[in-house]
């Protein structure tokens, strides 16, 4: 949960999950639109897919070693240091963004290898403990932007210190260019049902649709705006009466969508108001 997702945001989550999934078997066991509804909010619906994957590898034996670790589904360089170094002391190290940062920063250099840098930097003998101070380090003193160099317990070592460059570093990846789209979501409502349709910008949720053969649309009920990674979208949401449904359209009762996956998009523009 903690990819690339802010700590904050996971704890509540994490708190859920846990309680619902007690045990990798019990995951493993979930229905897909259970593990996603689940999920819902915390994005990059794949992760969770990759952990139930996992999960059903884990069952019955958790994997002690870092090339057995890597094997496991959305399991990469980092998870696998981590897992191995501070759970089974193995001499990994585990690099993240606050290593990277760190160690650019130590070497004055924006191009550095920071894997290289921090295998050799690892304490071998307490590999688990050396990974989260620095992870550490990084997160709450060598921070991105102002980072507090009189607290650090490092600033005499710190090359990019000396050079006055710790502002400069590490170097700023180019983001791709921001897009800006406007889509048009219905309500479509009968009998104490809502009309869904499965998602095409979340694989696997259901969402509300988009004008289609066979709809009137009606009355504006409001709009919003919501960002995915480089777009921005602008979502005006109307009422509608449909003739016919899409092909894969379903009616869902609308006191069970509590426990659908449903898009993030959807929950937003059924709180909307004019």
Not at 51 to 79: H, I, N
Not at 89 to 94: N, Y
Not at 199 to 219: I, M, N, Q, S, T
Request: aromatic share 8%; net charge positive; with cysteine.
């Amino acid at each position: 949960m903690l990819q690339q997702t802010r700590v904050a945001a996971v704890i509540p989550y994490y708190q859920r999950f846990l309680e619902r999934f007690p045990t990798p078997a019990a995951l493993a066991a979930a229905e897909e639109p259970e593990l996603l509804a689940m999920w819902a909010g915390l994005g990059y619906y794949s992760r969770a897919r990759n952990l139930q994957k996992a999960a059903a590898l884990v069952a019955e034996t958790f994997p002690s070693d870092y090339a057995a670790l890597l094997e496991l589904p959305g399991v990469g360089t980092y998870t696998a240091a981590a897992v191995a170094s501070i759970a089974f002391d193995q001499p990994h190290a585990a690099v993240d963004g606050n290593v990277r940062r760190v160690v650019a920063r130590l070497t004055n250099d924006g191009l550095v290898d920071a894997g290289r840098v921090a295998d050799e930097l690892l304490d071998s003998k307490q590999p688990g403990r050396w990974n989260q101070a620095v992870m550490e380090l990084g997160a709450t003193v060598c921070l991105p932007r102002e980072p507090l160099c009189e607290a650090c317990p490092v600033a005499k070592w710190c090359a990019a210190r000396l050079a006055g460059t710790q502002n400069e570093l590490p170097l700023k990846r180019k983001k791709p260019e921001a897009e800006y789209l406007e889509k048009t979501l219905l309500i479509i409502r009968s009998k104490g049902r809502l009309l869904l349709v499965p998602g095409v910008r979340v694989a696997g949720f259901w969402d509300l649709p988009e004008p289609f053969k066979g709809v009137r649309v009606g009355a504006k009920l409001g709009e919003f705006k919501h960002t995915i990674t480089h777009r921005h979208y602008r979502f005006l949401v109307f009422e509608g009466v449909a003739s016919r449904i899409p092909a894969d359209g379903c009616w869902f009762e609308e006191e069970d969508l509590g426990k659908l996956p449903l898009s993030t998009t959807a929950k937003k523009a059924l709180r909307v108001r004019v």
